[in-house]
């Protein structure tokens, strides 16, 4: 053991306070025609293989953006990532750092997590930034009346639940056949997880299915037991319900047990290639929903690799871009830049937006099918247009099964907003009820 | 030789036993408390309050606390995290079901409720010391990890398991700017150390640190094993309760269970090997190390013009704590605050190297 | 009779009573799902087999815990650090040289690792406290965890051994649907005896394994007859290394290679402790035990307080073994085949 400290210990310790001092001083400079577009991601832990695909799909669309369109009407985008690891502190540490970069503060953010989804939904408000949550979030938050900053674009679990249940029932032969079958759902142990339970639960009721639900202790990497589980109880079908490694274990797992895949569903965000790619052959027959698109390459790409990837800036591999995952980080990109192209359109053209205009403009987005084929987004996007009230926008989504190679698609169907709608509401009521809001009226809906 | 310490004799018993005898100290400590108080509310922005002061307060009450148990009383303890959680649990039941209480009181409630806790998970440690009580300290983190996802009670019966609180009202006062929230929070840092820095230089601090060095000795010197340790566990259980409720209320707003996991467990375990075992000012380094490296790996890096991903900052960051933790261990086992006390000798004696 | 006197199996009974109780007790909950009819006969032995391979797998990684405990007194909490590391090498390399030669080049680069362990990090802390090297392993495997993921990246990758992944049926006359048997973890499962067989060899018949034993009998004593302390500790750790690799092998051919591989060791750490922390073939017994309880726990007991309390069942599994552990410390704090270390004040 030294007697004395190292002479180098001083030299450190003063090192150190010498770039402290650089973290206080340390100021950005921005100029005034950017927009900053904020990037939540996560790029290691055990979630990393699905964030890294839809990070880059998001990053290389706005370089593409910035490179073939000079920006949104010549105001540049400008990104910072941050890597919150799927944690919840961590995400709010990153919102609360990047919110206000940039000249108008930060456009709009993208959690990429419901449980950061949760902690920000109070934040949002106070900081007057929208939260675009694209097939994940709190599934009441589609009532735009109480969730004024929320935005679950394209669906929700509850639309998700619902197409699962109307796709099983359409294997049966109908809602009728669903009586009497048992249906288990494996989800991750987490608010991601139980989001579909509510939806789930009031299906059992009305139809008559029996509905058992297994929780799997986040990483998920352990499920041997969850799966004697699945044994034990024999299932007509599984829904699978969960995210990173959890996936693809489960697939594992399934068929160390033996449980027929073909009889296994998951959600989209249990149906990309880094769930089912590991497990290969002993995945074919699993099917997963899709928001509207799955894999596959489209105009939009080809402008991608011209733009983007050709020119050495791609984020990613060049193999990645057309996958599962990032192509929707481009799907959400763009509903992001078309949003600050729409508020542009009503507060001034070539300036930069800020988070409340971008608001408007998430509720008044309106991309019929001749915008979406202008884009090069015509065969992946079904027209979407959001309102006050509603802003999910459209709640179709796709099923697609895995054949040992690839994902093949399948049928599309259209989430049962007849139901949902009123459940969200009573949901979004509760909260308003207990937060001490005030939902707004149509009159104040108006811009 | 900046200035003189020497010279300052004592009169009186109470003066000889003050907690900062050398009046050079006693300056430094009011100048420190008043900048505190008055000149950073003015100077630091919003976001550096809030990202950076407000978390290191916090986790410096936490680090306090396991500091008691591991750097005073020689228990590790790996489940600091669970106890973090009973506090912000029991403190986010109290807001929710008597809502009437004032915020200090559910604070003191929670910290208690933590302290029950805690003493029942430390029990084993009246049989059983080292690695295996640190594994028994783990099995109170994972059963603490499980019943607040799987018991519905503690949550309010969320459907999603994501609990969230309203802004702190306290005496007709709305804590919801940072700078109300720092203020809170530094007062109950500086009661909190207060208190602690008493507490380990009174008897039952003294029969910890001589269970610490030799247990066997202690009690056969008279001091009872089962106070000092579990006295040990139920005020360190305290400060983490106390931590976890103002993790949750002033710096999280909104939580889920997994907000309280191992990852914390261990950070603090870091803190406090960092900044020192045994020392009040070693948790307050630990903790502000904690808080600000992931900053500086962020900024560092661009101000001299390398361009990491985020992912690669975040390996660095892993690397470079393991990496510390190794090299303070190897080379100075007190950690930072055993530097500072080297670093305040040698101006002492300046320009004289001893 | 001898009235005075009880006859010594009583006399033993009575002193051993904690034990006999914690055994009854674990006996009478492995078999009331069976008594209760919550499970047929076939569900049995299927979860009872599903633990014992689960619990063969733990103690796979236990193996290292007690390798390096056993020789230089440390809790190497990086083990599971270690397994991702060697699993994440052999994966990566894997993908441009033939699996055999990715192994080998796996195995060199944890020797390596076991050098540089020994120099920077057992050196300096040669004295030291159980718990300050405990705190220094913890460094040494966030360390690691950095370190790989930075080289080797953050994806899921896969280990192709071959194995096969379909289970099959067995007894399907005896028992109603017949009983699930894992193959993959049969092939795993004999590899782990393969090996404790292999590594209790090298102990009891080696020159250097009985150079490791004394090492760990009494440092200054090896010492003092010309054992090199430094050289010894570079070995154990490098064994360990292997046993890392092995383990990394099956649980990424299992599970695929990623981050939360090393999360294992944590499940594998009350194995260790259950077995006794110098005892290899504790480490299997170990594992059984704990393997075997956690199923039973997660599939039968969660579904009892399920029904009791009304809560969700299942993830009980990651606290139980604990908890187990933790009671049987209370009983018996060597563990089951762990060296008697009196203590008493």
Known sequence: MKATTPYWMGWMAAACAAGLATVVAAEDATTAKEQFIPLLVYRTGPYAPNGTPWANGKLDYLKLINARDGGVNGVKLTYEECETEYKTDRGVECYERLKGKGPTGAALFDPQSTGITFALTERAPVDK???????????????????????????????????????IAKKEGGFDKLKGKKIALVFHDSPFGREPIPMLEEGARTRGFELIKIPVTPPGVEQKSVWLQVRQQHPDYVFLWGWGVMNSTALKEAQATAFPRDHMLGVWWSGAEPDVKDVGEGAKGYSALTIQYGAGLSKVHLDIFKYVH?????????????????????????????????????????????????RWALENLNLDQKRLDALGFGEMLKPVRTSCVDHVGASYARIQTWDGRQWVAGELYEANQQIITPMARSAAEAYAASKKITPRTPQDCRA | MLYRENGQFKTSYSADQQLLPIAQDRWLMIALVASSFIAVPLIASDYTLRALIIPFLILAIAAIGLNILVGYCGQISLGSAGL????????????????????????????????????????????????????????????????????RWFTADSPSGSVSTNPIELLGWTLDRPVDKYLLVLGLVCLLTL??????????????????????????????????????????????????????????????????????????????????????????????????????????????????????????????????IVLFLAIEPLGLARLWAIGKQKLRVWPFPH | MKPAMQRPSIARLRRQWPVVLLAALLAAGLLAPL????????????????????????????????????????????QGAMVLFAALATARMAEHVPLALAVVAALLLMIGFAWLVERLVLRPLVNQSGATLLMATLGISIFLEGFGQAVWGNDIYRIDLGLPKDPMIVGVHLFEGGVLVSREDLVAASVAAALVLMLSLFFQKTATGRALRAVADDHLAAQSIGIPLNRIWVIVWAVAGFVALVAGLVWGSKLGVQFSLSQVALKALPVAILGGLTSIPGAIVGGLIIGVGEKFADVFLGQALAHWFNLEGGGIEQWFAYVLVLGFLLVRPEGLFGERHIDRV
Not at chain 2, 261 to 282: A, Q, T
């Open chain 2, 84 to 151: 973090m959680g009973v506090g912000a649990y029991v403190a986010f039941n109290l807001t929710l079901r008597v809502p009437q209480l004032n915020f200090l009181l559910v604070l003191l409630l929670s910290g208690a409720g933590a302290a029950l806790v805690g003493i029942a998970f430390g029990t084993p440690s009246l049989r059983i010391k080292g690695l295996y009580l640190a594994v028994a300290t783990l099995a109170a983190q994972f059963f603490l990890d499980w019943a607040f996802v799987r018991v």
């Open chain 3, 35 to 78: 008594a209760s009819g919550a499970a047929t006969a076939g569900f049995f032995l299927e979860v009872m087999l599903g633990g014992l391979m689960a619990g063969v797998l733990y103690s796979l990684v236990a193996l290292g815990f007690v390798l390096i405990y056993k020789a230089s007194g440390v809790f190497n909490y990086a």
């Open chain 1, 129 to 167: 930034i929208p939260l675009i949550t694209v097939g994940y979030g709190r599934s009441e938050s589609q009532d735009g009346d109480v969730f004024m900053w929320n935005f679950p674009l394209l669906g929700t679990y509850w639309t998700a639940s619902d197409v699962l249940m109307q796709h």
């Open chain 2, 195 to 324: 208190a602690a820095k008493n507490l380990t230089r009174s008897h039952i601090g003294r029969a910890w640190m001589a269970t610490r060095d030799m247990d066997v000795a202690a009690e056969i010197i008279g001091v009872r094993p089962l106070t000092a340790k579990l006295s040990a566990f139920a005020v360190s259980s305290f400060y983490a309760g106390v931590a976890g409720a103002l993790w949750g209320f002033v710096h999280l707003g909104s939580w889920e269970p997994a907000a309280f996991g191992l990852v914390m467990s261990l950070n603090v375990l870091f803190m406090i090997i960092i900044g020192g075992l045994g020392s009040m000012i070693g948790s307050f380094f630990g903790a502000a190390f904690i808080v600000v490296l992931p900053v500086l790996l962020n900024r560092l890096p661009a101000a001299v013009g390398i361009d990491l991903s985020t992912a690669m900052r975040s390996h660095l960051e892993s690397m470079i704590f393991g990496g510390l």
């Open chain 1, 310 to 358: 050709d020119k050495g800036q791609g984020t990613g591999p060049r193999e990645e871009v057309g996958t599962v995952l990032y192509n929707r980080g481009m799907l959400i990109q763009m509903l992001s830049v078309e949003a600050i192209r729409r508020a542009q359109e009503r507060f001034g053209k070539g300036k930069p937006m800020t988070g409340e205009q971008v």
